[in-house]
T-cell receptor, first 114, second 109 residues
Framework: EPEVTQTPSHQVTQMGQEVILRCVPI?????FYWYRQILGQKVEFLVS????????KSEIFDDQFSVERPDGSNFTLKIRSTKLEDSAMYFC????????????FGNGTRLTVT | KQEVTQIPAALSVPEGENLVLNCSFT??????LQWFRQDPGKGLTSLLL?????REQTSGRLNASLDKSSGRSTLYIAASQPGDSATYLC????????FGTGTRLQVFP
């Protein structure tokens, strides 16, 4: 069964550095999402992306964050200048259509900012 | 603003018990509701998805019900096993998934 893949599984970076988290969504999916989960907290929506543009973003998704679909397969989340509080598990998800189409999640990237 | 709450926050039971996990949401305008399992430090495994027009879904020992009008869903786990120990998350689908707070389940032998 096709799946969403995320790399790396774990990334350690120093405060102030830029990081790029990578995701390969399921190939015939059109909608892409990033979520994050700070340790011990809820899974929170960050951003949704469709037709090469952001369709919705949360208040967490400030100017430090950006998303891109640089080619036909990858979907990336960039954090420009990481802060300690960016340490979290970041999940990528995709769905075939919007609306009621189920989201399929990757296994996540654990980001640790030191 | 949609809010999703899960009760109880944590549950510890002996093996073999039947369990009910509860999820409530504040806005009934949803497409569907999904239940996930999350093992410590791991990703999200989808267990069941109930469309808004459905009342329940079953998969093996799991049964999920949905009462959209009252903003409630339950996940029933029959004959619990130690391998069921994990955090269970419900999420409602509007134009995005909104997750609940989770129920941390421990099943001991």
């Amino acid at each position: 069964e096709p799946e969403v893949t995320q790399t790396p599984s774990h990334q350690v970076t120093q405060m102030g550095q830029e990081v790029i988290l990578r995701c390969v969504p399921i190939s015939n999916h059109l909608y892409f999402y990033w979520y994050r989960q700070i340790l011990g907290q809820k899974v929170e929506f960050l951003v949704s992306f469709y037709n090469n543009e952001i369709s919705e973003k949360s208040e967490i998704f400030d100017d430090q964050f950006s998303v891109e679909r640089p080619d036909g397969s990858n979907f990336t989340l960039k954090i420009r200048s990481t802060k300690l509080e960016d340490s979290a598990m970041y999940f990528c998800a995709s769905s075939r259509q919007g609306g009621s189409s189920p989201l399929h999640f990757g296994n996540g990237t654990r980001l640790t900012v030191t | 603003k949609q809010e999703v709450t899960q009760i109880p926050a944590a549950l510890s039971v002996p093996e073999g018990e039947n369990l009910v996990l509860n999820c409530s949401f504040t806005d009934s305008a949803i497409y569907n509701l999904q239940w996930f399992r999350q093992d410590p430090g791991k990703g999200l495994t989808s267990l069941l998805l109930i469309q808004s027009s459905q009342r329940e879904q079953t998969s093996g020992r799991l049964n999920a019900s949905l009462d959209k009008s009252s903003g409630r869903s339950t996940l029933y786990i029959a004959a619990s096993q130690p391998g069921d120990s994990a955090t269970y998350l419900c999420a409602v689908h509007t134009d995005k998934l909104i997750f609940g707070t989770g129920t941390r389940l421990q099943v001991f032998p």
